[in-house]
């Protein structure tokens, strides 16, 4: 029997089977699994896409954040590749707004990590929250700006005299060394205080 045949033959069983029971046929419901995996992707593309537009931000955003910078932290190179033109502290809801500003100072992929360490008054750490600069480590060109923001709650600040940012790579050198501000270990940690 050909498959046309078999085909016809089955459709014709289930027609007479659910003629003879009164039954009507249900048509089945189905949904590509392609089609979906698709749209889902589709839709994670868009989320991501929008979230990273906002990242690298204009001059004049960029010089917004300045003017309200802690004054020690405008200008700080860390070695040849970046430097943090300011940053911003805002106290919310009893915790801390951090908005911080970067420009690249070379063409390069943004593969280094951003650790901001929490740090007792006897210079301990009490908490890190590292990040990387960007989840896609796409290409900055030389001068390119973006800014961070990273929010730290009250119970994240308890016991928290000096907020530490450092940058390295993933591949586990040493940080980069900051060129001024307050710092410690030996200039590879920027140093901001909470008091």
């Known amino acids: 029997m050909s498959l046309a045949k078999k085909k016809t033959a089955s459709v014709a ?16 419901a189905s949904i590509s699994p392609l089609m979906t995996t698709a749209e889902i992707c589709l839709v994670c593309l868009l989320i991501f896409w929008v979230q990273v537009q906002y990242r690298f ?28 033109r300011g940053v911003k ?13 970067w420009e690249s100072l070379m063409p390069q992929h943004l593969s280094y990590i951003n650790a901001v360490q ?3 008054a006897q210079g301990k750490i009490v908490s890190s929250h ?21 929010y730290l709650n009250r119970g994240q600040l308890k016991d928290v005299a000096k907020i530490g940012f450092s940058i390295y790579q993933s591949t586990g050198k040493e940080p980069l060394v900051a060129n001024s501000g307050q710092t410690d270990w030996e200039g590879r940690r920027l140093l901001i205080s909470l008091e």
Do not use: M
Not at 61 to 77: F, K, M, Q, Y
């Open 118 to 120: 929490l740090i007792s």
């Open 130 to 150: 590292d990040y990387l600069q960007d989840d896609f480590q796409r290409e900055a060109k030389r001068g390119q700006i973006w800014e961070d923001k990273v």
């Open 89 to 101: 502290l805002t106290r919310q809801n009893g915790g801390l707004q951090i908005n911080a500003v």
């Open 13 to 28: 069983g289930s027609i007479s089977a659910n003629a003879s029971t009164g039954a009507r046929a249900k048509p089945k």
């Open 57 to 84: 931000i204009p001059p004049a955003l960029a010089s917004r954040v300045e003017s309200h910078s802690v004054p020690n932290l405008r200008g700080v190179n860390f070695g040849t590749r970046f430097k943090l």
